[in-house]
């Protein structure tokens, strides 16, 4: 059996991998950041665009493509008609 004191050393160990390095806290921070960017430059155009110029309903786009990357670039791509 499994004393408390093993059990939480176990856990800070499994704790302390899971911790970035600045390095990798930094490409974290940063990716984070562009996320935010495209996002809210996807929502804003969406809202500014009249709806015969979209394939698909805006609450779909907004919500697709403002929430992650890959319905940004859906959006960018397929999203929006010229």
């Known amino acids: 059996m499994v004393s408390s004191e093993q ?3 176990a856990e ?3 704790v302390a ?3 970035l390095d600045p390095r990798g806290r930094a490409v974290v921070i940063a990716l984070t950041a562009v996320q935010a960017v ?3 430059l996807t929502v804003l155009d969406i809202s500014k ?3 015969e110029l979209l394939r698909g ?3 779909f786009w907004k919500l ?3 929430s992650n ?3 940004s670039a859906a959006y960018w791509l397929i999203g929006r008609r010229k």
Do not use: A, D
Request: glycine residues 16%; without cysteine.
């Open 38 to 40: 495209v996002g809210t």
């Open 49 to 51: 665009r009249p709806p």
């Open 69 to 71: 990357t890959l319905g």
């Open 17 to 19: 991998k899971r911790k």
């Open 57 to 59: 309903p805006k609450l």
């Open 7 to 9: 059990w939480v050393v």
């Open 64 to 66: 697709w493509g403002g």
């Open 12 to 14: 800070e160990n499994i």
